[in-house]
């Protein structure tokens, strides 16, 4: 079995092995070639104590040399390169307690968390598995490597790791490794918010989204999400939708950003509807897709506690958006986001179900469509756009056409907006600030205030956006 190693990867094994040491490629990189996938990061494990590494090579930077990592810059690219090691004790379910070094390679490829991730590879030896990851790899299986048990309890978040893998790769959780994780999943209460974030955002931009239902129906969500599993429980018996909140929830989440699966919906459903006047035709960005897919996640996340029932057993979600936008700033905020990323969800989801209701006169419907891109920023609308066509091929298919042709026309005068150049912020304003000084409003609020009746006039009428009609507007207010 032969893989395909980076030359400079290369070049530092074999400068390894040349001084009588033991190298290998290990890890996820290895995993990654045997499934045909470009690996992100090339990591090495070693024979060589940190210190014999950095006699070697030129260039070294201490990553963290106290538990074996030296990271060896080649030219501008750095590779981190481990001493085999023993983990001591975990006393918290985190950490362990000391690190030791040893000299034999199957000691370090025990300690790692799952089958596939433990194999190791230089060209010189050839793949090295003991403990059956290539057959695991063949079988589509995660499996601890040893008693599962053990390892979920050296390191908590290996639980979110065997579920995050499951949804990145497509495979399923071997038994006893479910089991281990369910029985844990407690455990997670001491994991770092930052490191339960970066799984659960993994998991969340897979082709396997779902996959947090599995989550849900072992006890995990229970602990690091909550309010999914309220979402789950919650039903929706109305016209409008075909699943209770949290499976729709988990719909909007595959097709935010995932354009083909969003054709091939329409192309099923509505075979002669025109998809290319609702898909977006943008690439989104990692960062876009993180923010989308959240925003997907929570967008419905406040309607558990606005459910009402009708006399006719109907469900309704009254001003479900703004609760579920203060419901998502506060699990955003318990996940330690960037304040970018929470301003970005939270505004989503507080706008994500105010389409546009599309009347016969024209002007009203532009109108309507300024105000909308004032209010949310127009830097947001074509993502505002990707989060309602997600949410609306997720809902009853029934109203699915007319959902979409109004979609399909907002888009159409949203470009109209832009290409005439209309107003739709105050920095578009005609005037400004200064102007209003020197027209004798008196600086400090009141300058705000008629900035902002100013630019809702502008909003309604665009031809209105002349410096001498706003300053005799604003003078008169």
Sequence with gaps: MKIQIPEKVNMIIENLLRHGHEAYAVGGCVRDSLLGREADDWDITTSASPYEVKGLFRRTIDTGIQHGTVTVMLDKEGFEVTTYRIDGEYEDGRHPKEVLFTKNLEED?????FTINAMAYNEQTGMVDVFGGVEDLKQHIIRCVGAAGERFDEDALRIMRAFRFSAQLGFSIEENTRMAAAERAENLKKISAERVRTELTK?????????LVWMQQNG??????????AMLATKQNNSNHQYNV?????????????????????????PEFPAETVLSQKVWEK????????????????KPEVQVTTGQGEHRFPDHARAGAAKA??????LKFDNETMDYVVRLVAAHSEYL?????????????????????PDLMEVLW??????????????LQRKLEALAETKRLHREIVERGDCVSLKQLAVNGKDLINLGIQPGKRIGEVLEKLLLEVLEHPEANEREKLLGLAALL
């Design 109 to 113: 490829l025990k300690r790692r968390d």
């Design 203 to 211: 998991l969340l931009l897979s082709k396997n989204p779902d996959r």
């Design 220 to 229: 995990i969500t229970r602990i690091v999400l909550p309010e999914f599993d």
């Design 246 to 270: 949290g499976e729709h929830t988990l719909h909007v989440v595959e097709f935010a950003t995932d354009r083909e699966r969003q054709e091939a919906y329409i192309r099923k459903v509505l």
């Design 287 to 302: 960062k876009e897709r993180q923010i989308l897919r959240f925003a997907a996640l929570l967008h419905d996340a406040g």
């Design 329 to 334: 700033k506060k699990i955003l905020q318990r």
């Design 357 to 377: 209701v599309l009347t016969g006169e024209k002007e009203k419907n532009l109108a309507a469509l300024r105000r909308m891109m004032y209010a949310l920023g």
């Design 386 to 399: 990707e989060l309602q066509l997600a949410d609306v091929l997720a809902q009853h298919p029934a109203f």
